[in-house]
Protein backbone atom coordinates (compact mmCIF):
# COMPACT_ATOMS: atom_id res chain seq x y z
CA UNK A 1 0.00 0.00 0.00
CA UNK A 2 1.26 3.40 -0.73
CA UNK A 3 2.90 4.74 2.26
CA UNK A 4 0.55 7.27 4.18
CA UNK A 5 1.70 10.10 6.57
CA UNK A 6 -0.51 10.17 9.20
CA UNK A 7 0.26 13.82 9.98
CA UNK A 8 -0.89 15.62 6.51
CA UNK A 9 -4.37 14.23 6.94
CA UNK A 10 -5.95 14.15 10.17
CA UNK A 11 -6.25 17.31 11.18
CA UNK A 12 -8.65 18.47 9.13
CA UNK A 13 -11.18 16.27 11.16
CA UNK A 14 -12.73 17.32 14.01
CA UNK A 15 -12.02 12.99 15.47
CA UNK A 16 -8.81 12.45 17.09
CA UNK A 17 -7.08 9.29 16.56
CA UNK A 18 -4.49 8.15 18.99
CA UNK A 19 -2.53 6.72 16.49
CA UNK A 20 -2.70 5.22 12.98
CA UNK A 21 -6.15 3.38 14.02
CA UNK A 22 -6.17 0.14 13.57
CA UNK A 23 -9.55 -1.59 11.74
CA UNK A 24 -11.32 -3.91 14.21
CA UNK A 25 -12.65 -7.18 12.21
CA UNK A 26 -13.38 -10.72 13.95
CA UNK A 27 -10.09 -11.46 14.23
CA UNK A 28 -8.86 -8.65 15.78
CA UNK A 29 -7.37 -9.48 19.08
CA UNK A 30 -7.90 -6.83 21.87
CA UNK A 31 -4.67 -4.84 22.01
CA UNK A 32 -3.37 -5.47 25.49
CA UNK A 33 -3.78 -1.65 26.58
CA UNK A 34 -7.26 -2.34 26.57
CA UNK A 35 -6.99 -5.44 28.38
CA UNK A 36 -5.22 -3.20 31.42
CA UNK A 37 -7.84 -0.45 30.96
CA UNK A 38 -10.20 -2.76 31.44
CA UNK A 39 -9.21 -4.50 34.16
CA UNK A 40 -11.06 -2.05 36.61
CA UNK A 41 -14.41 -1.68 34.52
CA UNK A 42 -17.11 -3.74 36.66
CA UNK A 43 -20.32 -5.31 34.05
CA UNK A 44 -23.34 -5.25 34.78
CA UNK A 45 -24.03 -8.31 37.04
CA UNK A 46 -20.62 -8.68 38.04
CA UNK A 47 -19.60 -10.05 34.61
CA UNK A 48 -16.12 -9.63 33.44
CA UNK A 49 -14.46 -7.97 36.18
CA UNK A 50 -11.45 -9.98 35.52
CA UNK A 51 -9.25 -9.83 33.17
CA UNK A 52 -9.54 -13.73 32.21
CA UNK A 53 -13.49 -12.85 31.91
CA UNK A 54 -12.80 -9.75 29.58
CA UNK A 55 -10.12 -11.60 27.42
CA UNK A 56 -12.59 -14.10 26.82
CA UNK A 57 -15.28 -11.61 25.65
CA UNK A 58 -12.38 -10.07 23.58
CA UNK A 59 -12.08 -13.51 21.84
CA UNK A 60 -15.77 -13.68 20.76
CA UNK A 61 -14.16 -10.73 17.94
CA UNK A 62 -12.13 -13.42 17.19
CA UNK A 63 -14.48 -16.24 16.03
CA UNK A 64 -16.52 -15.52 13.06
CA UNK A 65 -19.91 -13.83 13.66
CA UNK A 66 -22.48 -16.23 13.34
CA UNK A 67 -26.33 -15.24 13.11
CA UNK A 68 -28.96 -15.83 15.13
CA UNK A 69 -32.79 -15.58 15.54
CA UNK A 70 -34.53 -12.68 15.11
CA UNK A 71 -35.93 -11.04 17.86
CA UNK A 72 -36.82 -13.32 21.26
CA UNK A 73 -40.33 -13.03 21.54
CA UNK A 74 -39.80 -9.94 23.85
CA UNK A 75 -42.96 -8.07 24.10
CA UNK A 76 -41.52 -5.28 26.19
CA UNK A 77 -42.04 -1.88 25.42
CA UNK A 78 -39.89 -0.46 27.33
CA UNK A 79 -36.03 -0.05 26.33
CA UNK A 80 -34.87 -3.27 27.73
CA UNK A 81 -31.97 -3.06 29.90
CA UNK A 82 -28.07 -4.61 28.50
CA UNK A 83 -28.56 -7.32 31.37
CA UNK A 84 -26.63 -9.69 29.11
CA UNK A 85 -23.74 -7.48 27.82
CA UNK A 86 -20.40 -9.32 27.77
CA UNK A 87 -22.38 -12.49 29.37
CA UNK A 88 -23.55 -13.71 25.38
CA UNK A 89 -23.25 -11.92 22.23
CA UNK A 90 -25.71 -13.21 19.47
CA UNK A 91 -27.04 -15.58 22.13
CA UNK A 92 -23.43 -17.07 22.11
CA UNK A 93 -21.88 -17.41 25.87
CA UNK A 94 -18.34 -16.45 26.30
CA UNK A 95 -16.42 -19.29 27.33
CA UNK A 96 -16.59 -18.45 30.70
CA UNK A 97 -19.80 -19.74 32.61
CA UNK A 98 -20.59 -16.53 33.28
CA UNK A 99 -23.63 -18.03 36.29
CA UNK A 100 -20.68 -19.74 38.23
CA UNK A 101 -21.91 -19.65 42.30
CA UNK A 102 -19.03 -19.42 44.38
CA UNK A 103 -18.84 -22.58 46.37
CA UNK A 104 -17.32 -22.93 49.92
CA UNK A 105 -14.68 -25.27 51.01
CA UNK A 106 -18.06 -27.31 52.10
CA UNK A 107 -19.46 -27.41 48.79
CA UNK A 108 -22.35 -24.92 49.59
CA UNK A 109 -22.72 -22.67 47.49
CA UNK A 110 -22.12 -18.87 48.45
CA UNK A 111 -24.10 -15.74 47.88
CA UNK A 112 -22.37 -13.06 45.85
CA UNK A 113 -20.22 -10.64 47.28
CA UNK A 114 -22.33 -7.28 47.68
CA UNK A 115 -20.54 -4.55 46.52
CA UNK A 116 -21.22 -0.99 47.63
CA UNK A 117 -21.93 1.38 44.70
CA UNK A 118 -18.92 4.42 44.09
CA UNK A 119 -19.51 7.27 42.45
CA UNK A 120 -17.79 5.69 39.38
CA UNK A 121 -20.89 3.24 39.24
CA UNK A 122 -23.17 6.10 39.09
CA UNK A 123 -21.02 8.05 35.86
CA UNK A 124 -22.37 7.78 32.37
CA UNK A 125 -20.02 6.64 29.56
CA UNK A 126 -17.41 6.93 28.78
CA UNK A 127 -15.12 4.93 30.70
CA UNK A 128 -12.02 5.41 29.08
CA UNK A 129 -11.18 8.93 30.58
CA UNK A 130 -12.94 11.81 29.09
CA UNK A 131 -12.86 10.65 25.40
CA UNK A 132 -16.13 8.66 23.64
CA UNK A 133 -14.73 6.21 21.50
CA UNK A 134 -17.15 5.55 18.71
CA UNK A 135 -17.16 2.63 16.38
CA UNK A 136 -17.65 2.79 12.82
CA UNK A 137 -17.79 0.62 9.36
CA UNK A 138 -15.30 1.40 7.25
CA UNK A 139 -11.45 3.23 7.41
CA UNK A 140 -10.63 6.50 7.77
CA UNK A 141 -11.96 8.44 4.97
CA UNK A 142 -15.37 6.80 5.03
CA UNK A 143 -18.50 8.79 5.23
CA UNK A 144 -19.20 6.96 8.64
CA UNK A 145 -16.19 8.28 10.34
CA UNK A 146 -17.46 11.96 9.40
CA UNK A 147 -20.88 10.64 10.84
CA UNK A 148 -19.05 9.76 14.44
CA UNK A 149 -17.27 12.74 13.99
CA UNK A 150 -20.30 14.89 13.44
CA UNK A 151 -22.21 13.35 16.23
CA UNK A 152 -19.34 13.54 18.87
CA UNK A 153 -17.03 15.89 17.85
CA UNK A 154 -13.42 14.90 19.23
CA UNK A 155 -14.22 11.26 19.94
CA UNK A 156 -11.98 8.96 19.16
CA UNK A 157 -13.59 7.01 16.05
CA UNK A 158 -12.85 3.54 16.04
CA UNK A 159 -12.64 1.54 12.38
CA UNK A 160 -14.68 -1.80 12.38
CA UNK A 161 -14.32 -4.25 8.82
CA UNK A 162 -17.81 -4.94 9.15
CA UNK A 163 -21.14 -3.46 11.05
CA UNK A 164 -21.43 -6.35 13.20
CA UNK A 165 -18.07 -5.80 14.58
CA UNK A 166 -19.19 -2.01 15.46
CA UNK A 167 -22.44 -3.86 17.00
CA UNK A 168 -20.10 -6.09 19.15
CA UNK A 169 -17.25 -3.49 19.78
CA UNK A 170 -20.30 -1.61 21.95
CA UNK A 171 -21.48 -4.67 23.38
CA UNK A 172 -18.17 -5.56 24.40
CA UNK A 173 -17.33 -2.55 25.95
CA UNK A 174 -14.20 -1.87 23.47
CA UNK A 175 -16.55 1.30 22.53
CA UNK A 176 -18.83 3.72 23.78
CA UNK A 177 -21.30 4.26 20.89
CA UNK A 178 -21.62 3.30 17.11
CA UNK A 179 -22.58 5.29 14.19
CA UNK A 180 -24.28 3.30 11.59
CA UNK A 181 -25.38 4.23 8.42
CA UNK A 182 -29.42 3.00 8.07
CA UNK A 183 -30.81 5.42 5.00
CA UNK A 184 -29.76 7.07 1.94
CA UNK A 185 -31.71 9.35 0.30
CA UNK A 186 -30.96 8.32 -3.42
CA UNK A 187 -29.93 4.65 -2.33
CA UNK A 188 -32.66 4.00 0.22
CA UNK A 189 -32.53 1.27 3.08
CA UNK A 190 -29.07 -0.10 4.27
CA UNK A 191 -31.08 -3.42 5.43
CA UNK A 192 -28.08 -4.87 7.08
CA UNK A 193 -28.30 -2.70 9.86
CA UNK A 194 -32.33 -2.79 10.03
CA UNK A 195 -31.08 -6.93 10.46
CA UNK A 196 -28.93 -6.18 13.03
CA UNK A 197 -30.41 -3.71 14.87
CA UNK A 198 -32.93 -6.34 15.54
CA UNK A 199 -30.36 -9.22 16.33
CA UNK A 200 -28.59 -7.36 19.08
CA UNK A 201 -29.65 -5.50 22.34
CA UNK A 202 -27.89 -2.06 21.40
CA UNK A 203 -30.21 1.27 21.86
CA UNK A 204 -30.71 3.77 19.53
CA UNK A 205 -29.72 7.41 21.24
CA UNK A 206 -29.99 9.16 18.72
CA UNK A 207 -29.29 10.63 14.93
CA UNK A 208 -27.12 12.41 12.05
CA UNK A 209 -28.27 13.25 9.03
CA UNK A 210 -24.85 13.67 7.03
CA UNK A 211 -24.66 15.50 3.28
CA UNK A 212 -22.61 12.87 1.37
CA UNK A 213 -20.41 14.54 -1.79
CA UNK A 214 -18.90 11.98 -3.94
CA UNK A 215 -15.49 12.14 -5.67
CA UNK A 216 -14.16 9.76 -8.17
CA UNK A 217 -10.65 9.24 -7.81
CA UNK A 218 -7.95 7.68 -9.04
CA UNK A 219 -3.93 7.65 -8.82
CA UNK A 220 -2.03 10.89 -9.88
CA UNK A 221 -1.56 10.80 -13.58
CA UNK A 222 -4.40 8.42 -14.39
CA UNK A 223 -6.90 10.11 -16.96
CA UNK A 224 -10.53 8.86 -17.35
CA UNK A 225 -9.77 7.53 -20.48
CA UNK A 226 -7.74 4.66 -18.71
CA UNK A 227 -10.17 3.59 -16.79
CA UNK A 228 -11.55 0.30 -16.70
CA UNK A 229 -12.95 -0.09 -13.49
CA UNK A 230 -14.76 1.88 -10.34
CA UNK A 231 -15.06 0.39 -6.97
CA UNK A 232 -17.12 1.68 -3.91
CA UNK A 233 -19.87 0.96 -1.82
CA UNK A 234 -22.94 -0.62 -3.31
CA UNK A 235 -24.47 2.05 -1.73
CA UNK A 236 -22.20 4.79 -3.42
CA UNK A 237 -22.38 3.05 -6.36
CA UNK A 238 -25.59 3.31 -6.52
CA UNK A 239 -26.01 6.67 -5.60
CA UNK A 240 -24.06 8.07 -8.46
CA UNK A 241 -25.27 5.42 -10.95
CA UNK A 242 -26.13 7.58 -13.76
CA UNK A 243 -23.94 10.11 -13.42
CA UNK A 244 -21.22 7.85 -13.95
CA UNK A 245 -22.75 6.71 -17.40
CA UNK A 246 -23.02 10.32 -18.40
CA UNK A 247 -19.29 10.95 -17.72
CA UNK A 248 -18.77 8.23 -20.63
CA UNK A 249 -16.55 6.17 -18.71
CA UNK A 250 -16.70 2.46 -20.16
CA UNK A 251 -16.32 0.67 -17.20
CA UNK A 252 -17.09 -2.28 -14.62
CA UNK A 253 -18.33 -1.25 -11.29
CA UNK A 254 -17.29 -3.68 -8.38
CA UNK A 255 -18.82 -3.64 -4.62
CA UNK A 256 -16.09 -3.56 -1.89
CA UNK A 257 -16.77 -3.30 1.68
CA UNK A 258 -16.72 1.00 2.04
CA UNK A 259 -15.23 3.70 -0.09
CA UNK A 260 -12.55 4.99 1.72
CA UNK A 261 -11.52 1.14 1.75
CA UNK A 262 -11.39 1.98 -2.53
CA UNK A 263 -9.55 4.46 -2.34
CA UNK A 264 -7.34 2.57 0.61
CA UNK A 265 -7.29 -0.55 -2.15
CA UNK A 266 -6.06 1.65 -5.04
CA UNK A 267 -3.50 3.31 -3.49
CA UNK A 268 -2.52 -0.06 -1.82
CA UNK A 269 -1.64 -1.92 -5.31
CA UNK A 270 -1.34 1.37 -7.29
CA UNK A 271 -3.88 0.42 -9.71
CA UNK A 272 -3.85 2.70 -12.42
CA UNK A 273 -6.55 1.03 -14.29
CA UNK A 274 -9.15 1.72 -11.36
CA UNK A 275 -11.16 4.82 -10.41
CA UNK A 276 -12.68 4.65 -6.36
CA UNK A 277 -16.20 6.68 -5.92
CA UNK A 278 -15.26 8.47 -2.04
CA UNK A 279 -14.73 11.34 -0.09
CA UNK A 280 -12.62 14.13 -1.07
CA UNK A 281 -10.91 13.53 2.48
CA UNK A 282 -10.34 9.72 1.07
CA UNK A 283 -8.12 11.42 -1.91
CA UNK A 284 -6.55 13.28 0.55
CA UNK A 285 -5.69 10.79 3.00
CA UNK A 286 -4.27 7.94 0.46
CA UNK A 287 -2.79 10.48 -1.97
CA UNK A 288 -5.22 10.25 -4.94
CA UNK A 289 -6.17 13.19 -7.26
CA UNK A 290 -10.24 14.07 -7.82
CA UNK A 291 -10.87 13.13 -11.42
CA UNK A 292 -14.52 14.88 -10.97
CA UNK A 293 -16.44 16.07 -8.15
CA UNK A 294 -19.93 15.64 -7.03
CA UNK A 295 -20.67 13.02 -8.66
CA UNK A 296 -23.50 12.21 -6.89
CA UNK A 297 -26.87 11.72 -8.53
CA UNK A 298 -28.72 14.55 -6.49
CA UNK A 299 -26.58 17.58 -5.25
CA UNK A 300 -28.79 17.18 -2.02
CA UNK A 301 -27.36 13.51 -1.26
CA UNK A 302 -27.93 13.17 2.56
CA UNK A 303 -27.25 9.45 4.45
CA UNK A 304 -28.78 9.20 8.28
CA UNK A 305 -27.18 7.44 10.40
CA UNK A 306 -28.12 6.56 13.80
CA UNK A 307 -26.07 6.03 17.04
CA UNK A 308 -26.28 3.33 19.19
CA UNK A 309 -25.59 2.70 23.03
CA UNK A 310 -25.69 -0.07 25.83
CA UNK A 311 -28.30 2.08 27.62
CA UNK A 312 -31.18 4.33 25.97
CA UNK A 313 -31.18 7.94 26.82
CA UNK A 314 -33.99 9.16 29.45
CA UNK A 315 -36.80 10.14 26.76
CA UNK A 316 -37.63 14.50 26.86
CA UNK A 317 -40.48 16.43 25.44
CA UNK A 318 -38.65 19.78 25.64
CA UNK A 319 -37.22 19.14 21.90
CA UNK A 320 -38.07 17.18 18.79
CA UNK A 321 -37.66 13.37 19.88
CA UNK A 322 -37.73 10.84 17.03
CA UNK A 323 -39.33 7.13 18.88
CA UNK A 324 -37.99 3.74 16.12
CA UNK A 325 -40.06 0.32 16.94
CA UNK A 326 -40.10 -3.01 15.23
CA UNK A 327 -43.10 -4.96 15.54
CA UNK A 328 -44.15 -7.98 13.77
CA UNK A 329 -47.85 -9.91 14.18
CA UNK A 330 -48.78 -13.89 13.80
CA UNK A 331 -51.00 -12.88 10.96
CA UNK A 332 -48.57 -10.73 8.84
CA UNK A 333 -49.81 -7.37 6.33
CA UNK A 334 -53.59 -7.79 8.02
CA UNK A 335 -52.68 -5.98 11.29
CA UNK A 336 -50.43 -3.18 9.59
CA UNK A 337 -53.42 -0.57 9.38
CA UNK A 338 -54.64 -1.03 12.92
CA UNK A 339 -50.68 -0.54 13.79
CA UNK A 340 -50.36 2.56 11.67
CA UNK A 341 -53.76 4.09 12.55
CA UNK A 342 -52.84 4.13 16.16
CA UNK A 343 -50.35 6.36 14.98
CA UNK A 344 -52.71 8.45 12.87
CA UNK A 345 -55.08 8.91 15.41
CA UNK A 346 -53.08 10.90 17.44
CA UNK A 347 -51.79 13.11 14.64
CA UNK A 348 -47.85 11.38 14.99
CA UNK A 349 -46.97 11.65 11.83
CA UNK A 350 -44.52 8.68 11.04
CA UNK A 351 -40.93 9.59 9.21
CA UNK A 352 -40.03 5.88 7.81
CA UNK A 353 -41.60 2.40 7.63
CA UNK A 354 -39.22 -0.28 6.49
CA UNK A 355 -40.52 -4.01 6.03
CA UNK A 356 -38.00 -7.00 6.59
CA UNK A 357 -38.29 -10.60 6.21
CA UNK A 358 -39.50 -12.65 9.47
CA UNK A 359 -36.57 -14.72 9.68
CA UNK A 360 -37.83 -16.87 12.05
CA UNK A 361 -40.73 -17.86 10.08
CA UNK A 362 -40.43 -15.73 6.80
CA UNK A 363 -43.52 -18.21 5.27
CA UNK A 364 -47.25 -18.35 6.29
CA UNK A 365 -49.11 -21.27 4.80
CA UNK A 366 -52.95 -20.76 4.41
CA UNK A 367 -54.82 -23.75 3.34
CA UNK A 368 -57.92 -23.20 1.28
CA UNK A 369 -59.57 -26.53 0.92
CA UNK A 370 -60.72 -25.43 -3.15
CA UNK A 371 -58.22 -23.34 -4.45
CA UNK A 372 -55.26 -24.61 -2.65
CA UNK A 373 -52.41 -22.95 -0.13
CA UNK A 374 -51.53 -19.27 -0.15
CA UNK A 375 -47.83 -18.52 0.67
CA UNK A 376 -47.31 -15.61 2.55
CA UNK A 377 -44.31 -13.69 3.54
CA UNK A 378 -44.39 -12.62 7.02
CA UNK A 379 -42.56 -9.17 8.04
CA UNK A 380 -41.39 -7.62 10.18
CA UNK A 381 -41.98 -3.99 10.40
CA UNK A 382 -39.63 -1.06 11.05
CA UNK A 383 -41.68 2.42 12.19
CA UNK A 384 -40.12 5.55 12.99
CA UNK A 385 -42.49 8.45 14.42
CA UNK A 386 -41.75 11.86 15.53
CA UNK A 387 -43.09 12.20 19.18
CA UNK A 388 -41.02 11.35 22.51
CA UNK A 389 -41.80 7.93 24.50
CA UNK A 390 -42.35 10.76 27.63
CA UNK A 391 -45.05 12.27 25.53
CA UNK A 392 -48.68 10.67 26.40
CA UNK A 393 -49.35 10.08 22.80
CA UNK A 394 -46.85 8.21 22.00
CA UNK A 395 -47.49 5.95 25.38
CA UNK A 396 -50.91 5.26 24.59
CA UNK A 397 -49.78 4.58 20.85
CA UNK A 398 -47.90 1.91 21.48
CA UNK A 399 -49.81 0.51 24.40
CA UNK A 400 -52.24 0.10 21.81
CA UNK A 401 -49.92 -1.09 18.87
CA UNK A 402 -48.92 -3.98 21.76
CA UNK A 403 -52.40 -5.61 21.47
CA UNK A 404 -52.22 -5.72 17.49
CA UNK A 405 -48.98 -7.43 17.39
CA UNK A 406 -47.34 -10.61 19.12
CA UNK A 407 -43.83 -8.95 19.01
CA UNK A 408 -42.86 -5.07 19.96
CA UNK A 409 -39.82 -3.35 20.88
CA UNK A 410 -38.85 0.24 20.88
CA UNK A 411 -35.45 0.42 19.04
CA UNK A 412 -34.90 3.87 20.93
CA UNK A 413 -36.45 7.44 21.75
CA UNK A 414 -34.28 10.03 20.67
CA UNK A 415 -33.25 13.63 19.68
CA UNK A 416 -34.32 14.10 15.99
CA UNK A 417 -31.23 15.92 13.72
CA UNK A 418 -32.28 19.28 13.36
CA UNK A 419 -29.20 20.70 12.02
CA UNK A 420 -30.15 23.16 9.08
CA UNK A 421 -30.04 22.38 5.81
CA UNK A 422 -26.21 22.62 4.45
CA UNK A 423 -26.31 20.94 1.07
CA UNK A 424 -23.54 18.40 0.04
CA UNK A 425 -20.30 20.86 -0.37
CA UNK A 426 -20.14 22.60 -4.04
CA UNK A 427 -23.80 22.06 -5.30
CA UNK A 428 -22.67 22.85 -8.35
CA UNK A 429 -20.53 19.90 -9.92
CA UNK A 430 -17.98 20.04 -11.57
CA UNK A 431 -17.79 17.28 -14.17
O1 LIG B 1 -18.46 3.54 2.69
C1 LIG B 1 -18.62 4.52 3.42
O2 LIG B 1 -17.91 5.53 3.34
C2 LIG B 1 -19.69 4.49 4.40
O3 LIG B 1 -19.61 5.19 5.37
C3 LIG B 1 -20.89 3.64 4.14
C4 LIG B 1 -22.01 4.36 3.42
C5 LIG B 1 -23.29 3.48 3.47
O4 LIG B 1 -23.31 2.40 3.99
O5 LIG B 1 -24.30 3.97 2.94
C6 LIG B 1 -22.33 5.60 4.12
C7 LIG B 1 -22.70 6.71 3.47
C8 LIG B 1 -22.80 6.78 2.01
O6 LIG B 1 -24.18 6.71 1.77
C9 LIG B 1 -22.14 5.64 1.34
C10 LIG B 1 -21.71 4.58 2.03
Known amino acids: ?????????????????????RRLNHLTRLPIRCVYRYDSVQFPNGVGSSRADWQSSCAILSSKVSSQDQGSGDKSILPSNSDHLAAAVNGHKTSVDLNLVPIDKNNKPQPPAQKPLTITD????????????????????????????KAYPNCEAIPCDQFEVAFQAVELWIADRAVLPVENSLGGSIHRNYDLLLRHRLHIVGEVQLPVHHCLLALPGVRKEYLTR???????????????????????????????GAAEYIAANN?????????????????????????????????????????PIIPRTDRPFKTS??????????VLFKVLSAFAFRNISLTKIESRPHRNRPIRLVDDANVGTAKHFEYMFYVDFEASMADVRAQNALAEVQEFTSFLRVLGSYPMDMTPWCPSRGDEQSL
Open 122 to 149: LSPAPMHGSQLRVAYQGVPGAYSEAAAG
Open 230 to 260: VISHPQALSQCEHTLTKLGLNVTREAVDDTA
Open 325 to 334: IVFAHDKGTS
Open 271 to 311: LRDTAAIASARAAELYGLQILADGIQDDSSNVTRFVMLARE
Open 1 to 21: MQAVSPSHNLYSSSIIYPSKP
